[in-house]
């Protein structure tokens, strides 16, 4: 009924439609999204539509205003807690967070933040084109804008050094051995941040292309021309190694070097003391390990780190264990005595621990029982009536 | 045929502004109450006086018929490929290749690079499409040398269609739709030509023996594959915007006016 009645006055509007710019507003305001290009006419409709939409959420004014606010309250903020504000750190904003509004909350994105609004407020494109409507961007009617003028730049880059190829040939100074880009210990950038670099939404094969791409540049023979644009799309890996904090190496009054650390398996929770220059005596709990672990398998679990790295007899270990059964107390003071080898042993040999995996904490621990269920996995008696 | 049709499309103003400066000028005409306004008249001065001109940017000096020969632009595709609709514009086949009439070309040809000086002095937004992945980024750079857009990627559904979903409310589209090939990849023809057709945009197109040149105002009867015919007819589309945009700010300057219509 509205919509016959609806396009009984569109069809009117459209008769008259010549008469001016003012039939035209009601006009747009109750078929949007008409395809007519009579709509663009009139400036103002321009002006009205982009009001109403908002494709920004928000606009740069806010976001300007925004920081101001920030600055000012993180000044007040600083003289509140009695501090300097021309020095006071977004740590320091942190702590005083925390200390003025006390959050027993468990999610740590739900407690109260003060952070800049860059950091706050989502990336955002701008409005893509100038006052009289003609986009920016040259390939903003693609759609993808940024990620197809990436592509472009980068067979540019490819057609560049074609051309120096060539004119080298021609020269008779081309070479096959040209310096090459060191790759090893870097990794390209996944879709995600290729995403948050362009701010722009791309597929999975799209990403592929890109990297296809990159390869390409890679395979050429004087790509090292483009090293610095290429290595913007690598990202450095740490070395793993270097994550772990080893244990101070520290001295008796008798100048032997002793080191501390703990370790954990399923709820057992171990100390060890290792202490240099020994005969290899191992005491736990007070009691001498022979007669506190009875099963060799545990013992084996002790002398393991020592066995790897070489050191059997060289060390005096002194534990105290606590908590769950024999075996996990057993994983538990290997992971101990591992970390306190950490300051005894050179870099290399800590790569390989780690790579035997005695640096790193066993995740396992007892599954729960679920309800409909015996057990962790076991189900009642299936009966087929 | 389309070219008859449509020689009096070219006549009537295709620029919203236009139009608009149309309606302006009526309604100065019909209220009395609203003082002459000089800067209208001349402005429209500006916009009316190069339709009146047959050949207002001189672009018949821009190419001749032997350079159309030696950029191999007469050469089409093999006899089987050839379609019904191309007939007329083909001289025929030589050892199974088809010709196409070069003095056709010429005159289509010369229409459409006036169209497109036209719709470039008047301000509009020309889209360069194509699908041909030997010469996306060629186009590409001419789009951005000339201040023009170019398509010659994947085309999404509803780019011109729902304009105002894909991109964002307030939109402005293309004027002018160029398609250097009207083939895509699958060599069915491009979705963008029907699109346009429905958006009510003209579109200038390079037709070769093996499209179908119906849906579009202004074809180009040429050879689409060579790429010494896409540079020239890349060259010639870049030279005639430059021009025409040149000519626009000459006349502004002239007439001292600093805001454009």
Same mark, same amino acid.
């Given at each position: 009924?509205?919509?016959?009645?609806?396009?009984?006055?569109?069809?009117?509007?459209?008769?008259?439609?010549?008469?001016?710019?003012?039939?035209?507003?009601?006009?747009?305001?109750?078929?949007?999204?008409?395809?007519?290009?009579?709509?663009?006419?009139?400036?103002?409709?321009?002006?009205?539509?982009?009001?109403?939409?908002?494709?920004?959420?928000?606009?740069?004014?806010?976001?300007?205003?925004?920081?101001?606010?920030?600055?000012?309250?993180?000044?007040?903020?600083?003289?509140?807690?009695?501090?300097?504000?021309?020095?006071?750190?977004?740590?320091?904003?942190?702590?005083?967070?925390?200390?003025?509004?006390?959050?027993?909350?468990?999610?740590?994105?739900?407690?109260?933040?003060?952070?800049?609004?860059?950091?706050?407020?989502?990336?955002?494109?701008?409005?893509?084109?100038?006052?009289?409507?003609?986009?920016?961007?040259?390939?903003?009617?693609?759609?993808?804008?940024?990620?197809?003028?990436?592509?472009?730049?980068?067979?540019?880059?490819?057609?560049?050094?074609?051309?120096?190829?060539?004119?080298?040939?021609?020269?008779?100074?081309?070479?096959?051995?040209?310096?090459?880009? +060191? /790759?090893?210990?870097?990794?390209?950038? @996944?879709? $995600? !941040?290729?995403?948050?670099?362009?701010?722009?939404?791309?597929? &999975? =094969?799209?990403?592929?292309?890109?990297?296809?791409?990159?390869?390409? +540049? /890679?395979?050429?023979?004087?790509?090292? @021309?483009? $090293? !610095?644009?290429?290595?913007?799309?690598?990202?450095?890996?740490? &070395? =793993?190694?270097?994550?772990?904090?080893?244990?101070?190496?520290?001295?008796?009054?008798?100048?032997?070097?002793?080191?501390?650390?703990?370790?954990?398996?399923?709820?057992?929770?171990?100390?060890?003391?290792?202490?240099?220059?020994?005969?290899?005596?191992?005491?736990?709990?007070?009691?001498?390990?022979?007669?506190?672990?009875?099963?060799?398998?545990?013992?084996?679990?002790?002398?393991?780190?020592?066995?790897?790295?070489?050191?059997?007899?060289?060390?005096?270990?002194?534990?105290?264990?606590?908590?769950?059964?024999?075996?996990?107390?057993?994983?538990?003071?290997?992971?101990?005595?591992?970390?306190?080898?950490?300051?005894?042993?050179?870099?290399?040999?800590?790569?390989?621990?780690?790579?035997?995996?005695?640096?790193?904490?066993?995740?396992?621990?007892?599954?729960?029982?679920?309800?409909?269920?015996?057990?962790?996995?076991?189900?009642?008696?299936?009966?087929?009536? | 045929?389309?070219?008859?049709?449509?020689?009096?499309?070219?006549?009537?103003?295709?620029?919203?502004?236009?139009?608009?400066?149309?309606?302006?000028?009526?309604?100065?005409?019909?209220?009395?109450?609203?003082?002459?306004?000089?800067?209208?008249?001349?402005?429209?001065?500006?916009?009316?006086?190069?339709?009146?001109?047959?050949?207002?940017?001189?672009?018949?000096?821009?190419?001749?018929?032997?350079?159309?020969?030696?950029?191999?632009?007469?050469?089409?595709?093999?006899?089987?490929?050839?379609?019904?609709?191309?007939?007329?514009?083909?001289?025929?086949?030589?050892?199974?290749?088809?010709?196409?009439?070069?003095?056709?070309?010429?005159?289509?040809?010369?229409?459409?690079?006036?169209?497109?000086?036209?719709?470039?002095?008047?301000?509009?937004?020309?889209?360069?499409?194509?699908?041909?992945?030997?010469?996306?980024?060629?186009?590409?750079?001419?789009?951005?040398?000339?201040?023009?857009?170019?398509?010659?990627?994947?085309?999404?559904?509803?780019?011109?269609?729902?304009?105002?979903?894909?991109?964002?409310?307030?939109?402005?589209?293309?004027?002018?739709?160029?398609?250097?090939?009207?083939?895509?990849?699958?060599?069915?023809?491009?979705?963008?030509?029907?699109?346009?057709?429905?958006?009510?945009?003209?579109?200038?197109?390079?037709?070769?023996?093996?499209?179908?040149?119906?849906?579009?105002?202004?074809?180009?009867?040429?050879?689409?594959?060579?790429?010494?015919?896409?540079?020239?007819?890349?060259?010639?589309?870049?030279?005639?915007?430059?021009?025409?945009?040149?000519?626009?700010?000459?006349?502004?300057?002239?007439?001292?006016?600093?805001?454009?219509?």
């Amino acid at each position: 009924m509205a919509a016959s009645g609806c396009r009984g006055v569109r069809s009117i509007l459209w008769k008259y439609g010549s008469y001016g710019k003012n039939l035209f507003v009601s006009r747009s305001k109750m078929v949007p999204q008409l395809p007519l290009r009579q709509i663009y006419v009139a400036s103002s409709l321009w002006k009205k539509n982009l009001a109403a939409a908002g494709p920004q959420k928000f606009t740069q004014e806010f976001i300007d205003k925004q920081v101001e606010e920030f600055e000012v309250g993180k000044r007040h903020l600083a003289n509140m807690m009695g501090e300097d504000p021309e020095t006071f750190t977004q740590e320091d904003i942190d702590r005083s967070i925390a200390y003025l509004f006390p959050s027993g909350l468990f999610e740590k994105r739900a407690r109260p933040v003060m952070k800049h609004p860059e950091e706050i407020f989502p990336k955002q494109t701008a409005i893509q084109w100038d006052a009289e409507g003609r986009p920016f961007h040259f390939l903003f009617y693609t759609g993808k804008q940024s990620y197809y003028s990436l592509l472009h730049d980068v067979y540019e880059k490819i057609l560049a050094i074609e051309r120096h190829q060539d004119k080298m040939r021609n020269k008779g100074l081309f070479t096959s051995d040209t310096k090459q880009i +060191l /790759l090893t210990g870097s990794r390209w950038l @996944l879709k $995600e !941040e290729i995403e948050e670099n362009l701010v722009e939404n791309i597929s &999975v =094969q799209d990403y592929m292309r890109l990297i296809q791409l990159m390869e390409l +540049l /890679l395979s050429m023979p004087y790509c090292s @021309l483009e $090293e !610095e644009f290429i290595l913007k799309f690598r990202k450095q890996l740490e &070395v =793993q190694s270097s994550k772990y904090e080893i244990p101070a190496l520290q001295y008796d009054p008798q100048g032997v070097a002793f080191s501390v650390a703990d370790g954990r398996r399923k709820s057992a929770k171990a100390s060890i003391t290792l202490r240099d220059s020994g005969s290899g005596n191992i005491t736990i709990n007070g009691r001498n390990y022979l007669h506190y672990f009875p099963v060799l398998q545990n013992r084996e679990q002790l002398m393991f780190p020592l066995l790897f790295v070489g050191m059997m007899g060289r060390f005096d270990i002194e534990g105290s264990v606590e908590g769950s059964g024999h075996s996990a107390q057993a994983g538990a003071l290997r992971l101990a005595i591992s970390r306190a080898l950490l300051s005894f042993v050179s870099e290399g040999e800590v790569e390989k621990m780690r790579q035997a995996g005695l640096l790193t904490a066993d995740p396992r621990i007892r599954e729960r029982k679920k309800p409909g269920q015996e057990g962790a996995r076991k189900k009642f008696t299936w009966k087929k009536r | 045929m389309a070219a008859g049709v449509l020689s009096g499309v070219r006549q009537v103003l295709r620029g919203p502004r236009l139009v608009s400066a149309v309606l302006s000028c009526h309604g100065q005409t019909f209220s009395s109450a609203a003082a002459p306004d000089t800067g209208e008249t001349v402005r429209d001065k500006i916009l009316n006086f190069p339709i009146t001109q047959p050949d207002y940017f001189h672009l018949s000096e821009l190419f001749t018929i032997k350079d159309l020969f030696e950029a191999r632009v007469h050469l089409g595709h093999k006899k089987g490929c050839r379609h019904r609709l191309m007939e007329p514009y083909l001289f025929g086949s030589r050892l199974d290749v088809d010709i196409i009439d070069l003095e056709q070309t010429a005159e289509h040809l010369q229409q459409a690079l006036n169209f497109t000086a036209h719709v470039a002095y008047r301000g509009g937004i020309i889209l360069f499409v194509s699908r041909r992945r030997q010469f996306g980024h060629l186009i590409e750079t001419t789009a951005r040398e000339c201040g023009e857009y170019a398509h010659t990627r994947y085309w999404k559904g509803g780019l011109l269609t729902n304009a105002p979903i894909q991109y964002s409310p307030g939109v402005r589209l293309p004027d002018l739709v160029i398609f250097f090939s009207t083939l895509n990849n699958v060599f069915q023809q491009h979705v963008g030509i029907r699109d346009a057709a429905k958006m009510n945009i003209p579109t200038v197109g390079i037709v070769d023996s093996n499209c179908n040149p119906s849906l579009i105002p202004y074809p180009v009867p040429g050879n689409d594959d060579t790429p010494v015919a896409m540079e020239m007819y890349c060259r010639l589309f870049k030279m005639t915007i430059n021009r025409a945009k040149d000519k626009r700010r000459q006349m502004e300057l002239l007439r001292g006016i600093s805001a454009s219509v």
